[in-house]
């Protein structure tokens, strides 16, 4: 199994240049050296399988060409090294800097990595915002093109935190077709467009599934409720996936689906939602280039430069 | 504070580990560890020797310098992996209770959307049909669930005696819920600074009037939010709720450390979604792994209280409102509960005899 693909770019590369971030104000979160877009992926509610989603779409878009980095932030409930199967602990190089760990080519950086599975972490407000700041900055990210944050699920100190303090390009929001998960979800919707960031589109997972012995979709929770959140916040509706019988013993042994089982169904779901996702960011960055022009002044100033002296003449 | 006696129940690694302290001393000339007090006890769960350290004959240099030197000593026992040194589990609620509240019981489990909110609903429904009068207190701030699993909704009103809210009550049950106060779709933004004080007005500004049990559905993972709940109410036990995987075990490990950390008593552990039986062809499905929770239970040593399958049924009452329609005798759901009300029950009755009359055996009760 080849996990580390070759470099090549293809036209769909993100470029490294993060235009918005030129414009330096005290309030606009500095960019990090070696990350290009940061993309977050939330759920309101806990256990929808955002970081199975996380997981597969990191690999998904390596696969694509691009260089990734996945930042497991859920520090209540880190899950992301077990999927990757990274959990021998962290690399440090010769100047004692923590680096990410590679897996199926994707750099990767969990707390779980430094930590014993007992360790009960309770983690104060504080410590938090010690922790990711950490995580963020003070490790050695190499040249990464997109970087996928698996956020807690929730509305609470971390969420806010990372949107605070770190340059989000926009975020990913999965849930499941439940209406408890969809009401959480609706707040985690509210929580990022009130504070400015796009929400990229709605995943929703555990869409049913597939019985391997007769081969009939079952339906596991009445369905509905996400398409009509998404249509009610304007937000993008990339689609369902159904629960794939083998993705938890595969999770649990830290083999993603996309590499797995390369042909399937599932990881063929996961290519077309790292498509969209390519598609999304790509269009935040022609955004933000167009708002960066309107609100240049020093090209009004050569407009006018431009122009004076052809009107005195 | 007893003396450990070696020969009290303790396994050969135990009681090697204590031959160990008991020769180790802090002064040269002083009492060992165990003589001294200042070892509380140990324990040996799977490969993991914890050794609890007595804070009060402790300062806090001694008990660094002891985690340090203990864990190279302990970890040579046969059968010992990991070595962990901390302070003696310890209440931090300092013994106050909710006026009115016989007992508060917790419902939890370190990973998300495992079903612990739709299983305490489908708790308090099955004892409240055995005459117990059940509340659930909804600590689950930023993704409250109680307003959809009871279909209820505020405005909750304010009892102009003593400023305290009143719980809404639906299908026989008392319930308070964040989601009662706020709109359905605004965020709420807490920083830990403002959970400490949100939410232990949830637990102290809430008349609850004459309740035998309050069920408290506890937020995923290990934060702000359990510390603050620990910190403000005394809780007589934990129930742990997983699903099967390995992924979820993980999280859910790390939150029952976190009870036993603070003295809260596990009463014993679910495994919900083990298994989806196909509608067309009836074959059981492990969507969600398998008997992880067999094997967490049998390596901490609490009860597996259930093994609770997904029930489609139980998932569309649940968005419905109707959970109460699948609490009736002959349905899964009730089936798949019962030995869990027969332990709280049994608590329960330990502590108030009048309500095993009432409940002598729920399999037999009327409802």
Same mark, same amino acid.
Request: hydrophobic share 40%.
């Given at each position: 199994?080849?996990?580390?693909?070759? *470099?090549?770019?293809?036209?769909?590369?993100? /470029?490294?240049?993060?235009?918005?971030?030129?414009?330096?104000?005290?309030?606009?979160?500095?960019?990090?050296?070696?990350?290009?877009?940061?993309?977050?992926?939330?759920?309101?509610?806990?256990?929808?399988?955002?970081?199975?989603?996380?997981?597969?779409?990191?690999?998904?878009?390596?696969?694509?060409?691009?260089?990734?980095?996945?930042?497991?932030?859920?520090?209540?409930?880190?899950?992301?090294?077990?999927?990757?199967?990274?959990?021998?602990?962290?690399?440090?190089?010769?100047?004692?800097? $923590?680096?990410?760990?590679?897996?199926?080519?994707?750099?990767?950086?969990?707390?779980?990595?430094?930590?014993? /599975?007992?360790?009960?972490?309770?983690?104060?407000?504080?410590?938090?915002?010690?922790?990711?700041?950490?995580?963020?900055?003070?490790?050695?990210?190499?040249?990464?093109?997109?970087?996928?944050?698996?956020?807690?699920?929730?509305?609470?100190?971390?969420?806010?935190?990372?949107?605070?303090?770190?340059?989000?390009?926009?975020?990913?929001?999965?849930?499941?077709?439940?209406?408890?998960?969809? *009401?959480?979800?609706?707040?985690?919707?509210?929580?990022?467009?009130?504070?400015?960031?796009?929400?990229?589109?709605?995943?929703?997972?555990?869409?049913?599934?597939?019985?391997?012995?007769?081969?009939?979709?079952?339906?596991?929770?009445?369905?509905?409720?996400?398409?009509?959140?998404?249509?009610?916040?304007?937000?993008?509706?990339?689609?369902?996936?159904?629960?794939?019988?083998?993705?938890?013993?595969?999770?649990?042994?830290?083999?993603?689906?996309?590499?797995?089982? $390369?042909?399937?169904?599932?990881?063929?779901?996961?290519?077309?939602?790292?498509?969209?996702?390519?598609? $999304?960011?790509?269009?935040?960055?022609?955004?933000?280039?167009?708002?960066?022009?309107?609100?240049?002044?020093?090209?009004?100033?050569?407009?006018?430069?431009?122009?004076? /002296?052809?009107?005195?003449? | 504070?007893?003396?450990?006696?070696?020969?009290? =129940?303790?396994?050969?690694?135990?009681?090697?580990?204590?031959?160990?302290?008991?020769?180790?001393?802090?002064?040269?000339?002083?009492?060992? &560890?165990?003589?001294?007090?200042?070892? #509380?006890?140990?324990?040996? %769960?799977?490969?993991?020797?914890?050794?609890?350290?007595?804070?009060?004959?402790?300062?806090?240099?001694?008990?660094?310098?002891?985690?340090?030197?203990?864990?190279?000593?302990?970890?040579?026992?046969?059968?010992?992996?990991?070595?962990?040194?901390?302070?003696?589990?310890?209440?931090?609620?300092?013994?106050?209770?909710?006026?009115?509240?016989?007992?508060?019981?917790?419902?939890?489990?370190?990973?998300?959307?495992?079903?612990?909110?739709?299983? %305490?609903?489908?708790?308090?429904?099955?004892?409240?049909?055995?005459?117990?009068?059940?509340?659930?207190?909804?600590? !689950?701030?930023?993704?409250?669930?109680?307003?959809?699993?009871? =279909?209820?909704?505020?405005?909750?009103?304010?009892?102009?005696?003593?400023?305290?809210?009143?719980?809404?009550?639906?299908?026989?049950?008392?319930?308070?819920?964040?989601?009662?106060?706020?709109?359905?779709?605004?965020?709420?933004?807490?920083?830990?600074?403002?959970?400490?004080?949100?939410?232990?007005?949830?637990?102290?500004?809430?008349?609850?009037?004459?309740?035998?049990?309050?069920?408290?559905? &506890?937020?995923?993972?290990?934060?702000?939010? #359990?510390?603050?709940?620990?910190?403000?109410?005394?809780? !007589? @036990?934990?129930? %742990?709720?997983?699903?099967? @995987?390995?992924?979820?075990?993980?999280?859910?490990?790390? =939150?029952?450390?976190?009870?036993?950390?603070?003295?809260?008593?596990?009463?014993?552990?679910?495994?919900?979604?083990?298994?989806?039986?196909?509608?067309?062809?009836?074959?059981?499905?492990?969507?969600?792994?398998?008997? @992880?929770?067999?094997?967490?239970?049998?390596?901490?040593?609490?009860?597996?209280?259930?093994?609770?399958?997904?029930?489609?049924?139980?998932?569309?009452?649940?968005?419905?409102?109707?959970?109460?329609?699948?609490?009736?005798?002959?349905?899964?759901?009730?089936?798949?509960?019962?030995?869990?009300?027969?332990?709280?029950?049994?608590?329960?009755?330990?502590?108030?005899?009048?309500?095993?009359?009432?409940?002598?055996?729920?399999?037999?009760?009327?409802?």
């Amino acid at each position: 199994m080849s996990e580390c693909k070759s *470099t090549s770019r293809n036209s769909q590369q993100i /470029p490294l240049t993060n235009i918005a971030d030129s414009q330096t104000q005290d309030n606009i979160p500095q960019p990090i050296e070696g990350i290009g877009e940061i993309v977050l992926v939330a759920s309101g509610k806990g256990g929808v399988g955002k970081s199975t989603v996380t997981v597969n779409l990191a690999v998904s878009l390596r696969n694509q060409g691009l260089r990734v980095g996945v930042l497991d932030a859920d520090l209540y409930g880190p899950s992301i090294a077990r999927m990757f199967g990274a959990s021998e602990g962290l690399k440090t190089d010769d100047r004692g800097i $923590a680096q990410p760990t590679e897996c199926h080519g994707v750099f990767v950086l969990s707390v779980a990595s430094v930590m014993p /599975p007992e360790a009960a972490l309770v983690w104060k407000g504080p410590l938090v915002t010690q922790t990711l700041t950490q995580m963020f900055r003070e490790v050695q990210w190499p040249e990464v093109d997109v970087l996928l944050v698996d956020l807690p699920p929730g509305t609470g100190d971390i969420q806010l935190t990372i949107l605070e303090q770190f340059p989000i390009c926009g975020a990913l929001v999965v849930t499941t077709p439940q209406r408890l998960a969809v *009401t959480d979800a609706r707040r985690a919707v509210s929580m990022f467009h009130e504070l400015d960031i796009p929400v990229f589109g709605l995943i929703e997972n555990m869409d049913g599934y597939l019985c391997p012995c007769c081969g009939e979709h079952q339906q596991l929770f009445p369905s509905g409720a996400a398409k009509q959140l998404a249509s009610d916040r304007s937000v993008a509706y990339l689609g369902g996936i159904a629960i794939d019988p083998d993705a938890q013993a595969l999770a649990d042994s830290g083999q993603p689906m996309v590499t797995a089982q $390369a042909g399937g169904v599932t990881a063929s779901r996961f290519n077309e939602l790292a498509d969209q996702l390519t598609s $999304a960011v790509l269009k935040e960055q022609k955004y933000r280039a167009f708002q960066a022009r309107e609100s240049d002044h020093s090209n009004d100033t050569s407009h006018t430069d431009f122009w004076e /002296p052809l009107l005195d003449e | 504070m007893p003396l450990i006696d070696p020969n009290s =129940g303790y396994n050969t690694a135990e009681r090697h580990a204590l031959d160990i302290l008991s020769r180790m001393s802090l002064q040269p000339e002083g009492a060992d &560890l165990i003589h001294a007090r200042q070892v #509380h006890d140990i324990a040996l %769960t799977g490969e993991v020797m914890r050794v609890f350290l007595n804070t009060d004959t402790l300062d806090e240099a001694q008990q660094e310098m002891l985690a340090e030197s203990l864990a190279p000593l302990l970890k040579d026992i046969p059968g010992v992996e990991r070595v962990i040194v901390k302070p003696r589990p310890q209440a931090v609620s300092g013994g106050r209770r909710i006026a009115g509240v016989k007992r508060v019981v917790a419902v939890h489990s370190g990973k998300g959307g495992v079903g612990k909110s739709t299983l %305490t609903a489908q708790l308090a429904l099955m004892l409240a049909h055995l005459g117990i009068k059940v509340g659930i207190l909804d600590a !689950d701030i930023y993704g409250p669930s109680l307003p959809i699993l009871f =279909g209820a909704h505020g405005p909750v009103q304010q009892n102009p005696d003593n400023q305290k809210m009143t719980p809404l009550v639906a299908q026989g049950i008392r319930l308070m819920s964040l989601g009662f106060l706020l709109p359905d779709d605004q965020a709420l933004v807490w920083r830990g600074s403002l959970v400490d004080e949100g939410l232990s007005q949830f637990f102290t500004d809430v008349d609850w009037g004459e309740l035998d049990l309050l069920l408290v559905d &506890l937020p995923p993972g290990t934060s702000d939010v #359990h510390l603050a709940a620990l910190r403000t109410n005394e809780f !007589d @036990g934990v129930i %742990t709720v997983t699903a099967p @995987g390995q992924v979820s075990l993980d999280d859910v490990r790390r =939150g029952m450390e976190m009870f036993a950390d603070l003295a809260v008593p596990c009463i014993g552990l679910i495994e919900n979604m083990a298994g989806v039986a196909c509608a067309g062809c009836r074959q059981v499905n492990h969507l969600f792994g398998e008997l @992880g929770g067999g094997s967490l239970a049998q390596e901490i040593g609490v009860p597996l209280l259930a093994t609770i399958p997904f029930y489609p049924a139980v998932a569309a009452a649940a968005d419905s409102g109707t959970l109460n329609t699948q609490i009736q005798p002959g349905r899964d759901a009730f089936q798949a509960l019962l030995p869990v009300v027969e332990r709280l029950c049994g608590n329960i009755a330990g502590v108030f005899p009048e309500l095993r009359q009432r409940s002598h055996h729920p399999s037999e009760a009327q409802l």
